[in-house]
């Protein structure tokens, strides 16, 4: 078993920026594969960003392209989103996600393990 627990959401205004943060443990097999998702009120769950298990390949939904950062401390068991220059509909509960095997990080159906999630709210 893989727990996640995410933390630092919050309100934000428009060109503010936020980091996330996802606690991870559990047996892993080593290091898991980690994402980020998001859902908002009204509409599917989308990836947002993932990172492989060595921190050396990162993947990023279109919508997030050069404004958000994905990292991981595996020393710390950390894995980290930077969210820079947020917009109204960046507004969403964020969800980390961890997977054992590679794979199509964009499916959410391929994700072994989620955390709680954690509200994020950009205002106008």
């Known amino acids: ?8 959401g919050g309100l934000v205004q428009a060109g503010g920026s936020l980091r ?16 980020w998702f998001r859902q908002a009120p009204g509409k599917e769950r989308e990836f947002v960003a993932g990172i492989s ?8 939904a279109d919508s997030v392209k050069g404004r958000f950062t994905v990292s991981r401390d595996n020393a710390k068991n950390t894995v980290y989103l930077q969210m820079n220059s947020l917009k109204p509909e960046d507004t969403a509960v964020y969800y980390c996600a961890a997977r054992i095997y590679d794979g199509n990080y964009y499916n959410p159906n391929g994700w072994n393990y989620w955390g709680q999630g954690t509200q994020v709210t950009v205002s106008s």
Do not use: D, F, I
């Not at 996330?20 to 980690?34: E, F, I, V, W």
């Open 20 to 35: 996330l943060s996802c606690a991870y443990s559990g047996r892993t097999n080593g290091h898991a594969h980690m994402g």
């Open 53 to 60: 298990g060595s921190g050396r390949r990162t993947y990023y």
């Open 1 to 8: 078993q893989v727990q996640l627990v995410e933390s630092g």
